[in-house]
């Protein structure tokens, strides 16, 4: 009731619920939508490699901004858009969410892995290993298999693993 219904939102969470399995565009449809009108939120993900101190700090960045309303999602695309950040859209809304979520499991994997001193080439077997899982998991969800290879799938996953402001590396 908080919430005007013509607000969009951009959720930038990763995960999936413990109990259910739902993604967040489930869980958010689940909460915010009303079933006796037919409302359901305005929805788009952020995903990608995009941590928030390097944005902040006018560093290149890219990110993929996904919705099933191509307006929608284009219109925040648009207003997100700098010359240091480029956003790419997509309708791909699963294979984004699940990307996301994976993305860092692979990450404290790795995380693991390197305080284990268990070397590149183990840390580098994971986050292959990984990709290549996440890429089936979300095929079986209904993601496509292209936005597993772009920036909210081993772009996320190669900034989160390898990069020194993830937080799943610590």
Do not use: W
Request: include cysteine.
């Amino acid at each position: 009731e908080h919430l005007p219904r013509h607000v969009p939102i951009l959720s930038c969470s990763k995960g999936i619920e413990l109990e259910t399995l739902e993604l967040m565009h489930e869980l958010i449809n689940e909460t915010l939508s009303d079933p006796s009108s037919g409302y359901h939120p305005p929805l788009a993900f952020m995903s990608g490699p995009s941590f928030a101190d390097e944005v902040s700090r006018g560093m290149a960045t890219g990110a993929v901004i996904a919705s099933n309303d191509k307006r929608l999602g284009k219109r925040i695309a648009d207003m997100l858009r700098s010359e240091r950040l480029r956003t790419y859209l997509t309708t791909d809304v699963v294979g984004v969410e699940v990307g996301g979520a994976v993305k860092n499991v692979i990450a404290l994997a790795a995380g693991i892995a390197e305080g284990l001193e268990l070397g590149v080439n183990a840390r580098s077997a994971i986050v292959t290993r990984g990709c290549y899982e996440m890429r089936r998991l979300g095929h079986l969800l209904g993601g496509r298999q292209s936005t597993f290879t772009g920036l909210a799938g081993i772009g996320d996953t190669f900034g989160t693993c390898f990069g020194p402001s993830s937080r799943n590396r610590q």
